[in-house]
């Protein structure tokens, strides 16, 4: 009996012993494999948080890429939007250029016709004319002309054919003039003979001083523009035939 319990007893220590032999070794391999797979599994944590980063910035990426892409088109679009601004405040620089210039032109056109209707109003620069009396005078001294070109002459240098008005005005003249010599006066009766006006005025003399028996429309009829003939050593009124040549006295208000 003894034998037998002492065999049992063995046995159940032979078991025991077996299971705490079992489970150390079972605890060192586990211990053993934790060891050597700690490392492995901090690697594939690591590479598991890689892999989540990566995805993590490829996703920002994408994210990136799309905003980007939308901003390009947003200033693509304004780009466009820009030129076509750009292109039309152009087209309007150009037509307010073109009316610039228009205007422009046309100012200067307008300046130049003041400026030639300005000089138009001045005395054509030409012979000084001298005070007699209370008018000015400019006797030409030495061409003779006709009656039709001692009008324009007097024109030309501003001023017109004498006009006498008064017998003061003839005698401060007369005291002027070349013995000899005839000059061509203001007075005609080209329009209706016998009918003497001034081309002046177009109206009637004011003052006429001819010579005995003048006018007499002499020369076969043929006398119609007025002189101070110089005759009997006296300078009076004449019928002269216009187209003979006479010195002439323009008059003008001012020199
Ligand atoms: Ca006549
Ligand atoms: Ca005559």
Redesign the pocket.
Known sequence: MNTLFVFFLASVLVVYGSEDESKQQETSCVNYCSNIMKPVLNVTRNLQNQVNDFKHQTKCLSQFESTNKMMEEKFASQDKKIDQKLGDLSNATEEIMEQIKLQGKQVKEQLEHLQKAEELKKPIPGPAYQRIGSKYYYIEESEEVNWFVAVNKCFIIGGHLISIENQDEFNAIKGKLQATKNYWIDI???AK??E?ISVVTRQKPKFLNWHINE?N?GAS?????GELWFHNENHLMN?GICEKKNLFICERTEN
């Not at 009829?221 to 523009?225: G, P, R």
């Open positions: 005609n009766d080209l003979e016998g003497f006018p429309n009829f043929n006398e119609h523009c019928d």
